[in-house]
């Protein structure tokens, strides 16, 4: 199977804005009845071998335990529970509103009871509008669906990678449904002081210095595919820093900046993988050395922490 295979924004742009709402409908129901972790990592989903997951939630809220599924060579979305009861329903001809709906449906088939705390968008042109309204949203190619995961699986791998390399706190490989990214983030053990306006979701995102690596399909701010780190908050100086490859740029958003390397430019090098870790690790060298990280006593070649085994790896 090609290792990035073409993905270019414009032709899925429909079905990717309808699995983005379908994915916070059980996000929030994973934000509701999973168990809170630091840092928000108990909410994100995780890939499968078919497609993306919630992991087992329930139990502490009273609810049995149960696992939600998408399912993107099947196309479904399945709910089971851990006494064997299964749920399922297709992905395919079903608007946002419908979809609601249907899982709605299936947690009560279940004896499931969630309740979303804002059963609406998180921070899209849409967030005004309940789920349960939005019949606009009804796209579901499921060729473009099934190459949707099978990027995200080949780059949570490449992310597993590159996090091996790092010996200290370190985030799971995280699908986000709210912005609907992949990404790994490094974090030192510094304290950040937000400012007391700053929200809840980013003072406990960002309650610690970090440096975050990712890839993302696209939005309306960048209208492509890109692999991206950042550094929060941002030193000084940063966007002064030499990235690989030279295609690899920074890039101004939100007051901050970006290293950005086009999904296209990582295609075309001749060794994609190797390209995109090197880009990874150039921003992190970058991010670190400017926030004054101890990088050699937090490096961990090979993902081996014990220098005796890593001269025998």
Not at 46 to 61: A, I, W
Not at 72 to 96: E, K, M, N
Not at 163 to 191: E, L, M, Q
Request: negative net charge; hydrophobic residues 40%; glycine residues 8%.
């Amino acid at each position: 199977m090609e290792l990035f295979p073409a993905m270019p924004l414009d032709e899925w742009q429909d079905t990717k804005a309808t699995l983005h709402r379908f994915a916070q409908v059980i996000g929030k129901i994973r934000l509701a009845a999973g168990v809170r972790r630091n840092h928000w990592w108990g909410v994100p989903f995780q890939l499968t071998g078919r497609g993306t997951t919630t992991r087992p939630m329930g139990q502490v809220d009273g609810n049995p335990i149960f696992t939600i599924d998408f399912d993107f060579v099947g196309h479904r979305l399945i709910v089971t529970t851990v006494d064997g009861g299964a749920a399922s329903f297709p992905l395919y001809g079903q608007s946002v509103a419908s979809f609601h709906r249907d899982v709605m449906g299936a947690l009560a088939s279940l004896n499931v009871r969630v309740d979303m705390d804002i059963p609406r968008p998180f921070d899209l042109p849409d967030s005004g509008r309940p789920f349960a309204q939005d019949t606009e949203h009804a796209a579901y190619d499921p060729v473009q669906a099934t190459r949707y995961w099978r990027i995200l699986s080949q780059v949570n791998l490449v992310l597993e990678e590159f996090a091996a390399g790092y010996s200290g706190k370190v985030s799971p490989v995280n699908h986000f449904w709210h912005t609907f990214d992949i990404a790994c983030t490094r974090f030192s053990d510094r304290v950040i002081d937000h400012p007391p306006e700053v929200d809840p979701v980013t003072r406990e995102a960002y309650s610690r210095e970090v440096i975050s690596s990712g890839f993302w399909f696209g939005d309306d701010a960048f209208a492509e595919p890109a692999f991206y780190s950042y550094t929060a908050p941002e030193p000084e100086g940063l966007d002064s820093e030499t990235l690989v490859p030279p295609t690899a740029r920074w890039i101004a958003q939100r007051g901050s900046h970006l290293a950005i390397l086009r999904y296209d430019d990582a295609r075309a090098q001749t060794d994609p993988r190797a390209a995109v870790l090197a880009f990874y690790e150039s921003a992190y060298q970058a991010g670190a050395r400017r926030a004054g990280w101890d990088i050699e006593r937090l490096a961990c070649p090979g993902g081996i922490t014990d220098p005796k085994l890593r001269g025998k790896a």
